[in-house]
Nanobody, 119 residues
Framework: QVQLVESGGGLVQPGGSLRLSCAAS????????ITWYRQGSEKERELVASASASGSTVNYADFVKGRFTISRDNGKNMAYLQMNILRPEDTAVYYC????????????WGQGTQVTVSS
């Protein structure tokens, strides 16, 4: 059974930092593209950042470039999202997604972790 479990969310002041983690189990992690998405209140889910299966290629949404960093440790089946210089508009539930490089139907989601940026 595949599981993705996000953690690390919370309440932070504007300008602060948080590090989200995504722990994966039940899959060959190194074969999966990892993507962080977020969904704010009354907003559609949007892509934040993605990392290739090896982690050598990363991509970011324009609104987080220079502030967020995605990384992964295939040896530990873990992915991370380091978020710096947080803004109130970053407030959202953040989700970890794992999608197989080889089988498009192998697409898994975590339950999400709430990030609230507020003074």
């Amino acid at each position: 059974q595949v599981q993705l479990v996000e953690s690390g969310g919370g309440l932070v002041q504007p300008g602060g930092s948080l590090r989200l983690s995504c722990a994966a189990s039940g899959l060959r992690f190194a074969n999966y593209i990892i993507t962080w998405y977020r969904q704010g209140s009354e907003k559609e889910r949007e892509l934040v950042a993605s990392a290739s299966a090896s982690g050598s290629t990363v991509n970011y949404a324009d609104f987080v470039k220079g502030r967020f960093t995605i990384s992964r440790d295939n040896g530990k089946n873990m992915a991370y999202l380091q978020m710096n210089i947080l803004r109130p508009e970053d407030t959202a539930v953040y989700y970890c997604n794992a999608r197989s490089r080889f089988l498009s139907t192998a697409d898994y989601w975590g339950q999400g972790t709430q990030v609230t940026v507020s003074s």
